[in-house]
C-alpha cells in the first residue's frame, strides 16, 4: 500500500516538475549584487537550485533539532542492553543449584522482589 502511494504522489509531482520546467526555459540573469558573480540560468534551474538548498537546510535543522532525542534513545539503548545482561546472569545463578550449607541468597536494597 505505502508503494502504491508513493507512486501515486511521485508520478504527478514529477510530471508537474517536467513541465514546470519545459515552460520555464527562458534565460534569467541570476546576480549576486555585491560580489562580481552573475549567471545566466534557466528560470527551472534557479527554481529548482531554491528548492534544493531549501530542502537541505530544513534537513540540517531537523537533524540538529533531533540530537537531544537521538542521545536519549542511545542512553535508553545502553540501559536496556545492561538490563538484559543483569537479567541472564541472574537467570543464570537462579537455575545453578545452591550448595546445601550455603546461606541464602542476599537481598538487593531498593529493588522488589521478583513476582
Same mark, same amino acid.
Given at each position: 500500500m505505502r508503494r502504491f502511494l508513493n507512486w501515486l504522489i511521485l508520478v504527478p509531482a514529477a510530471l508537474i516538475l517536467g513541465l514546470f520546467a519545459v515552460a520555464n526555459r527562458?534565460?534569467?540573469r541570476l546576480d549576486f549584487d555585491p560580489l562580481p558573480a552573475a549567471f545566466e540560468l534557466p528560470l527551472? %534551474?534557479?527554481a529548482f537550485a531554491a528548492l534544493f538548498?531549501?530542502?537541505l537546510l530544513g534537513y540540517v535543522v531537523s537533524w540538529f533539532a533531533g540530537?537531544?532525542?537521538?542521545?536519549e534513545a542511545r542512553e535508553v539503548r545502553r540501559a536496556l542492553?545492561? %538490563?538484559q545482561k543483569e537479567l541472564v546472569s541472574l537467570r543464570a545463578d537462579a537455575a545453578r543449584p545452591a550448595a546445601p550449607n550455603a546461606p541464602p541468597p542476599a537481598r538487593i536494597v531498593g529493588r522488589s522482589a521478583p513476582r
Open positions: 527562458h534565460l534569467t527551472f %534551474a534557479v538548498l531549501g530542502l540530537g537531544r532525542r537521538r542521545r542492553d545492561d %538490563a
